[in-house]
């Protein structure tokens, strides 16, 4: 199991920039892939990003690439997403997601990264306003 707390969260202007954070504890970190999640009020929760196990893949949903970035420092069990030019569609809570790393066949999928999510965090909330 894992537990996982975001952080960073925040009211930024349009086209400033924040950093989300998640620290996870549990054993493990780096036998889990990450991904980050958002949910706007009166709105389906989607994917935005997602990191393999290793950091070396990753993906994202269209309206963000290139603006977020994720990442991770599984010597500090903690995921990252540096979301630069932010947009009022930005605005949402956004949540940290764990499951396991996957099999050597589908570890490194795109299907597989987006797919179902095991464990959660509580969400932090990005508001983007001028």
């Known amino acids: 199991q894992v537990q996982l707390v975001e952080s960073g969260g925040g009211l930024v202007q349009p086209g400033n920039s924040l950093r989300l954070s998640c620290a996870a504890s549990g054993r493990t970190f780096s036998g889990y892939a990450m991904g980050w999640f958002r949910q706007a009020p009166g709105k389906e929760r989607e994917f935005v990003a997602a990191?393999?196990?290793?950091?070396?893949?990753?993906y994202y949903v269209d309206s963000v690439r290139g603006r977020f970035t994720i990442s991770r420092d599984n010597a500090k069990n903690t995921v990252y997403l540096q979301m630069n030019s932010l947009k009022p569609e930005d605005t949402a809570d956004y949540y940290c997601?764990?499951?396991?790393?996957?099999?050597?066949?589908?570890?490194?999928?795109?299907?597989?990264?987006?797919?179902?999510?095991?464990?959660w965090g509580q969400g932090t909330q990005v508001t983007v306003s001028s």
């Open positions: 997601a764990a499951k396991g790393a996957g099999t050597p066949y589908n570890r490194y999928s795109e299907t597989y990264l987006k797919g179902p999510y095991d464990y």
């Open positions: 990191i393999s196990w290793n950091g070396v893949v990753k």
